[in-house]
Nanobody, 123 residues
């Protein structure tokens, strides 16, 4: 199965930007829907964004719509999350995931999770 490794997290000031990367290995990457979730301390893991196999469709949580952009480069086996106009409430551990199908608010049939990368946004 596809294996995922996130990178790009860090500490930024409110209003700043970060670009997260999720490098995948395995032949199934190009046929997998991909997405990002996040989990803040004391809160449930929540959906952030998802992208279809070909990259033709994207989905976003209302809380990040207009600020975050998910994309993928199948030639590089990598999915990205460009995060702009970051807010303190975006602080969380961000995880990428690979599944069967992307839709609004969910990735069906998640088969793989990354280890997570910390994003901290200061006020």
């Amino acid at each position: 199965q596809v294996q995922l490794v996130e990178s790009g997290g860090g500490l930024v000031q409110a209003g700043g930007s970060l670009r997260l990367s999720c490098a995948a290995s395995g032949r199934t990457f190009s046929s997998s829907a991909m997405g990002w979730f996040r989990q803040a301390p004391g809160k449930e893991r929540e959906f952030v964004a998802a992208i279809s196999q070909s990259g033709g469709r994207t989905y976003y949580a209302d809380s990040v719509k207009g600020r975050f952009t998910i994309s993928r480069d199948n030639a590089k086996n990598t999915v990205y999350l460009q995060m702009n106009i970051l807010k303190p409430e975006d602080t969380a551990v961000y995880y990428c995931a690979a599944g069967l199908r992307a839709s609004q608010g969910v990735i069906a049939g998640i088969a793989s999770w990354g280890q997570g990368t910390q994003v901290t946004v200061s006020s």
